[in-house]
């Protein structure tokens, strides 16, 4: 199998835990300090939350810059890469909630109906269904 023509091992391959897409989730809002980023992201320990952003770093999902030089102090932010992301989270959070016992939580703002992901052709100015077979393939 060739990995390049994988594109969820990819993408796993980069972010492929819980606490990575917890740390994007809490970044999405914007940048934040370490500390802030702990209290964002409920349960993770500050080894973890260090080693999963230095892999972020490494991977160009995140950017790290100072904001204070004595005592060094550092925040972090989403790359474009790690911006990117967001729909893809989206998705997995509208999944959940729809898997879930205490009904649906993700809702229109406006008028409180639950939303529903869909796949859209910018193309063709679409919309499509991802189970109707022939609408949609893998390059």
């Known amino acids: ?19 990575s897409l917890m740390i994007i989730d809490a970044l999405l809002e914007g940048p934040r300090r370490f500390s802030d980023l702990e209290g964002a992201v409920a349960g ?5 939350l260090s080693s999963r952003l230095g892999k972020l770093e490494e991977e160009g999902v995140v950017t ?8 060094t102090r550092n925040a972090y932010e989403l790359t474009a890469a790690g911006h990117d992301l967001a729909g893809a989270l989206r998705l ?35 919309m499509t269904d991802h189970d109707a077979g022939p609408a949609t393939h893998r390059a």
């Not at 790290?64 to 005592?71: A, I, K, L």
């Not at 879930?100 to 063709?124: F, K, M, N, Q, V």
């Open 1 to 19: 199998m060739d990995e390049t023509r994988e594109p969820l091992q990819h993408a796993l391959k980069k972010i492929g835990d819980r606490w």
């Open 44 to 48: 993770i320990a500050p080894n973890t």
């Open 64 to 71: 790290v810059f100072p904001y204070s030089e004595r005592p």
């Open 92 to 126: 997995l959070a509208h999944w959940g909630d729809r898997l879930s016992d205490e009904g649906p939580a993700i809702r229109h703002d406006l008028c409180g109906t639950p939303l529903d992901a869909r796949w859209y052709c910018p193309s063709c100015d679409l």
